[in-house]
């Protein structure tokens, strides 16, 4: 059984128990995607719908996608309901998909009325597609048309959080408390459509964060400071890394990320402390590496560390330029030094802040084909 059938299965279950029987269940239209476009003064809304029916059945899932526009986004959802026969369902919403305009123009709308509306599911993954519409996001191509999107979007979320360390995994809820504390501004992960072959076929693709700053996004983070940030707030399973050793590439799963960030402010001087401690595994050797060595593996564990800790620098060069603070520098004043915080709350903490990086990164397992392997 999968996702999508465990999924209305739970939902039948559900507004049974709660004495609706399935004729009033088959009248719902059950959103499992909602995408939220801003063009020409209105709020353009696309439904992704489960076909309960279809399920039931047995038959293959079909992506039914519904579509109105209003001035306000309350508007464009009840006309939904208007529009299409069967009653909107947003209490299941998974995926929540803010296209190009809306990100640039109307992001504090949007949190608000989410934050606000009992309609919406602040449970569901938030995205940003910042080079097209949230429309094309979810549209079935023609030769996809059996599948949904929403499954196909979630899954590649999942999975690049854990194995690739560039997005995070974040629910609209969890980033509206973070977008509401204050001295912290917080990520968003970017997605979009790559065409290939023209407009026959394209690939979903999810790569790297958005910084959201006063309601405005920011210049998205690079794959490095993705990993960076990833690596301090010790978000992802394992990733893999590609220092170089004598001017040779190897590969390096750094994973089991366990960091923290202290901030001390001592006769008026700002003192942040970043302590990373990764382990790795050694999963590409050439011939010329023998990590048996420990002299050799010493400097290979010195070359991952360098290698992270370059990635760090790039991120905290990010906020100087940006005059963002994605690490939460302010806001651990905020917290330990709450008298203090009205005199920074304006200034750009990166440039005026003694920042000591700290990484120790442990080899735990080594060797290749040619050496054999140690630990």
């Given at each position: 059984?999968n996702?999508i059938k465990i999924?209305?299965?739970l939902?039948i279950?559900t507004?049974?128990l709660?004495g ?8 719902l ?6 995408g ?18 279809k399920?039931?059945?047995?038959t293959?899932?079909k992506s039914?996608i519904?579509?109105t ?5 309350g508007k ?20 929540i ?5 809306t990100a ?5 709308d ?15 993954y938030v ?17 996809k ?6 499954e196909?979007?979630k ?8 194995r ?21 501004d ?5 997605i ?6 023209g407009?026959e ?6 790569t ?11 210049k998205?983070?690079n ?11 010790n978000?992802y399973y394992?990733?893999?890394i ?5 001017g040779?590439?190897f590969?390096?799963?750094i994973?089991?990320p366990n960091?923290k ?16 401690k990764?382990?790795a595994?050694l ?8 990590p ?12 991952i ?14 906020s100087?330029e ?5 690490l ?13 915080y ?8 990166y ?8 990484i120790d ?15």
């Amino acid at each position: 059984m999968n996702k999508i059938k465990i999924i209305i299965l739970l939902i039948i279950t559900t507004i049974t128990l709660t004495g609706c029987s399935y004729t009033e269940l088959n009248k719902l239209a059950i959103v499992s995607a909602l995408g939220i476009d801003y063009k020409n003064g209105q709020y353009e809304i696309t439904a992704q719908v489960m076909d309960i029916k279809k399920q039931d059945t047995g038959t293959k899932e079909k992506s039914i996608i519904y579509e109105t526009k209003g001035e306000t986004i309350g508007k464009a959802i009840r006309n939904l309901s208007e529009k299409y026969p069967k009653t909107v369902y947003l209490g299941h919403v998974e995926i929540i998909i803010l296209g190009k305009e809306t990100a640039e123009e109307k992001i504090n709308d949007i949190f608000d009325y989410v934050m606000r509306s009992p309609e919406v599911r602040s449970t569901g993954y938030v995205l940003i597609n910042r080079e097209q519409s949230a429309k094309l996001t979810l549209e079935p191509e023609n030769e996809k048309e059996e599948s949904f999107a929403t499954e196909q979007i979630k899954s590649s979320l999942e999975s690049t959080t854990k194995r690739s360390g560039t997005v995070y995994l974040i629910t609209f809820e969890e980033f509206l408390q973070t977008y509401l504390k204050k001295g912290v501004d917080p990520v968003v992960p970017l997605i979009k459509i790559d065409k290939k072959n023209g407009n026959e076929t394209s690939d979903t693709v999810i790569t790297n964060l958005a910084v959201i700053k006063d309601g405005k996004i920011k210049k998205s983070l690079n794959e490095q400071q993705s990993i960076a940030y990833n690596t301090i707030n010790n978000n992802y399973y394992d990733i893999v890394i590609t220092p170089k050793y004598k001017g040779k590439t190897f590969g390096a799963v750094i994973f089991n990320p366990n960091s923290k960030i202290e901030t001390e402010i001592n006769n008026n001087n700002i003192n942040v402390i970043i302590d990373i401690k990764v382990e790795a595994k050694l999963n590409e050797l050439n011939k010329d590496i023998n990590p048996n060595n420990d002299k050799t593996n010493k400097e290979l564990e010195s070359l991952i560390e360098t290698e992270l800790k370059e990635y760090v620098i790039s991120l905290i060069n990010y906020s100087k330029e940006t005059n963002t603070d994605v690490l939460g520098i302010k806001n651990n004043i905020y917290k330990n030094y709450p008298k203090e915080y009205k005199k920074y709350k304006h200034s750009n903490l990166y440039n005026i802040s003694n920042i000591k990086i700290n990484i120790d990164a442990n080899i735990y397992r080594s060797g290749n084909t040619n050496k054999g392997a140690i630990k």
